[in-house]
């Protein structure tokens, strides 16, 4: 059987980035569309713009079935109680549909945007999954841990619990990890791993580090969701303007590898030195950090930008997700980016076909 003719088996998501940035109807209707073609799950984003809470009860309240997921909810930007509160009420208001998508940020953002200092973001991250564990489970939240203590043993704070029940109280968590010893600490506390820049070729060695995770609390990789967010551009869905979606991808992993971190600690930038791209990524570092934003983009090789999306025709797209499932994917999730509306929505009906989604049927 050849890849193309390979029966697809992965789940569907559509990732729609942040909000904000002119499109936002567009992103609504194509979610809509997604949700109408059988969809998994929707995911929104956020850094230090839109936040994804808000997004995501606005898509929930005007689609039917497919799940809402926050990629991510930054952790410095909530304490652990108030994540468990804003996601039991969208698991409650979406009547079952949200998936928990939780991330450390950078050290510019947590420090820079939220003033938490990017201390030890492992043994913080496993912390805060705790707490939030605890609250959606309803139980009295008290923690004595390295960074958060409930409630604080020296003043008038009680003992409390979740009021809200929400829908499932095993809703699912996942991480945003790229680093070696935080995919492994996804694998241990995590029900999923939302992975961007994901090679098919290099997605083994990532898998290595979750599963030893998995194996250090006694589970494998059976029923763990594997969720890359990957840029998608089909070239036969008439776009008018295929170098501007082009230009898209690229500025996208400029703006990664480049901008998001410093010099000295960028773990993206990292990712791409083990992807095999480590001269490149030294030099689109240095160009966007010089503010040169398009020599930085114009920096990322033909090599890497085929590595991490799917570019090309419908059949190739086909063989190309046939090498995502052969990876491990479990939700291969798409970030559209078509320049214009009509092939966005084009390329998000052909990949309902090629994922063999089920058309929902209106309420």
Sequence with gaps: MTAAA????????????????????????????????GFDVVWAAEAYGSDAATVLAWIAA???GIDIGSAVFQIPGRTPANTAMTAATLDTLSGGRFRLGLGVSGPQVSEGWHGVRFDRPLV????????????????PVTYDGEFFTLPLPDGPGRTLRLTVHPVRSGLPVYLAAIGPRNLELA???????????????????????????????GK???????????????????????????????????????????????????????????????????????????GAAAAV???????????????????????????????????????????????VTRLAQILGCTPRTPA
């Design 124 to 139: 913080r991250t496993r912390e805060y999954v705790d707490i939030v564990r605890l609250a959606l489970r309803r139980e």
């Design 301 to 347: 090789p033909a090599e890497l930008l085929h590595a991490v999306s799917v570019i090309g025709t419908t059949a190739e797209a086909t063989a190309r997700l046939a090498d995502y499932q052969r990876a491990g994917v479990t939700t291969f999730t798409a970030t559209v980016v078509n320049s214009q509306p009509e092939a966005r929505h084009a390329t």
């Design 62 to 64: 005007q689609t039917q």
């Design 220 to 294: 494998d990789l059976s029923g763990f969701d594997v969720v890359p967010t990957v840029p998608v551009f089909l070239t036969d869905t008439g776009d008018p303007d295929p170098a501007a979606a082009l230009a898209t991808i690229r500025g996208y992993c400029a703006l990664y590898i480049g901008g998001m971190g410093s010099r000295e600690q960028n773990f993206y930038n990292a990712h791409a030195v083990r992807l095999g791209f480590g001269t490149a990524a030294a030099e689109i570092q240095r160009l966007f950090l010089a503010r040169d934003y398009a």
């Design 187 to 217: 694998g241990e506390i995590a029900d999923g791993w939302l992975a961007v820049f994901l090679d098919p070729a290099h997605a083994g060695e990532q898998l290595e580090r979750i599963n030893a995770g998995r194996q250090r609390v």
């Design 6 to 37: 390979e029966r697809i088996r992965m789940r569907s998501g559509l990732n729609l980035g942040y909000w904000g940035a002119g499109n936002d109807a567009d992103n609504l209707a194509l979610a809509q569309t997604a949700d109408r073609l």
